[in-house]
């Protein structure tokens, strides 16, 4: 996937989808298990919450009344392995107890709503903050909205692009000014940002190795003191 704007950010976009190819995030088969998928993931990597995941699955609760009735005790020992489960299953009852109260198991009728309607609701439940909530917008609801997270400050920031502060918001309409709003596009950018960091731009990055340390401020810095 390409994309033709000049600018930095939207063509370092092209240089990460030719370098890594197709991403085809998120991982899960329909938009509720996808929403469970952003709180289960909260502190933990994906390997864990989708054992929890798949954990629910095979108890039939991928449904919103399903979460919303089971018992907080008996559902925190089925997400045991997301980690920190006790909160989790707090936050999985009231997001499914915010979706029942309005529309019942319809949650594809809960995402059809404008992204600023839909953002303010989600926020409003508690245990689900701006990143969370920006992932089940983009990947359950598929609407453009970048989700910011620690990797994507940390690449752009050691590339030289983006606001010099840590305001999610900042950061968030800087992507919004410099990408074009396309689903597919914010869905992809995250999942090779997310990949690259993982790979190349760890805490420690490996810049010896990156493909994009001749056009990186700190891979540059850092290579020309080695
Ligand atoms: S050159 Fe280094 S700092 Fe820059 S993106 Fe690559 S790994 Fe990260």
């Given at each position: 996937?390409?994309?033709?704007q000049?600018?930095?950010?939207?063509?370092l976009?092209n240089?990460?989808s030719?370098?890594?190819g197709?991403?085809?995030?998120?991982p899960a088969t329909?938009?509720?298990?996808?929403?469970?998928?952003?709180?289960?993931?909260?502190?933990?990597?994906?390997?864990?919450?989708?054992?929890?995941?798949?954990?629910l699955?095979?108890?039939?609760?991928?449904?919103?009344?399903?979460?919303d009735?089971i018992?907080?005790?008996?559902?925190s020992?089925?997400?045991?392995?997301?980690?920190?489960?006790n909160v989790?299953?707090?936050r999985?009852?009231a997001f499914?107890?915010?979706?029942c109260?309005?529309?019942?198991d319809?949650?594809e009728?809960?995402?059809r709503r404008?992204?600023?309607?839909?953002?303010k609701?989600?926020?409003?439940?508690?245990g689900?903050g701006?990143?969370?909530?920006?992932a089940?917008?983009?990947?359950?609801?598929?609407k453009?909205?970048f989700?910011?997270?620690?990797?994507?400050?940390?690449?752009?920031?050691?590339i030289?692009?983006g606001p010099?502060?840590e305001?999610?918001?900042?950061?968030q309409?800087?992507?919004?000014?410099?990408?074009?709003?396309?689903?597919?596009?914010?869905?992809?950018?995250?999942?090779?940002?997310?990949?690259?960091?993982?790979i190349?731009?760890?805490s420690?990055?490996?810049?010896?190795?990156?493909?994009?340390?001749g056009?990186?401020?700190t891979?540059?810095?850092?290579?020309?003191?080695?």
């Open positions: 996937m390409h994309i033709t000049q600018n930095v950010t939207s063509t976009f240089k990460l030719t370098h890594y197709s991403q085809n995030w998120w329909t938009p509720f298990e996808m929403a469970l998928g952003a709180i289960l993931t909260q502190s933990t990597n994906w390997n864990n919450a989708s054992k929890a995941l798949a954990n699955e095979k108890r039939g609760l991928l449904s919103p009344s399903a979460i009735e018992p907080h005790g008996r559902l020992i089925i997400i045991r392995p997301s980690g920190y489960y989790k299953a707090t999985l009852k499914a107890n915010h979706i109260d309005s529309y019942g319809d949650f009728s809960y995402l404008p992204i600023d309607v839909l953002r609701e989600l926020l409003s439940v508690k689900i701006k990143e969370t909530a920006d089940i917008i983009l990947y359950a609801g598929n453009a909205i989700i910011i997270d620690e990797y994507t400050k940390r690449l752009f920031s050691r030289g692009q010099a502060n305001i999610y918001d900042h950061w309409t800087f992507f919004h000014i410099n990408v074009p709003r396309i689903t597919e596009v914010y869905n992809e950018y995250h999942a090779l940002i997310v990949e690259h960091c993982k190349s731009c760890n420690k990055p490996k810049c010896d190795t990156c493909f994009l340390s056009e990186c401020q891979g540059k810095q850092i290579l020309s003191q080695s």
